[in-house]
């Protein structure tokens, strides 16, 4: 098994939001786990290290994924249906807009 940094059904693309984004390759039901976004390590700034998923997803004040807290881990799932072609994006905490 190969080490894949997004799902098969994510894929990275131009954003209208602001720069680069992360967009559904097909049809994702609310409540899917996507990963890792982020690990805690206090070197970094805000004490996490971004992964390659939470590198791309865009701030909305209108989401349809949810960052949540896992141990020393930020994970990122839906929590709502994402049609084909529609940008992920979630509601920043972790950093300062």
Request: proline share 4%.
């Amino acid at each position: 098994m190969s080490y894949r940094p997004l799902l098969n059904c994510l894929t990275i693309k131009k954003s209208g939001i602001d720069g680069l984004g992360l967009f559904a390759k097909e049809n994702i039901p609310s409540g899917m786990e996507f990963g890792i976004s982020h690990i805690k390590d206090n070197r970094f700034d805000n004490s996490y290290s971004r992964t390659p998923l939470g590198g791309f997803y865009n701030h909305s004040n209108v989401p349809n994924c949810e960052s949540y807290k896992d141990g020393d881990f930020i994970k990122l799932k839906s929590i709502k249906k994402i049609g084909q072609g529609e940008e992920l994006v979630s509601n920043y905490w972790l950093y300062k807009l």
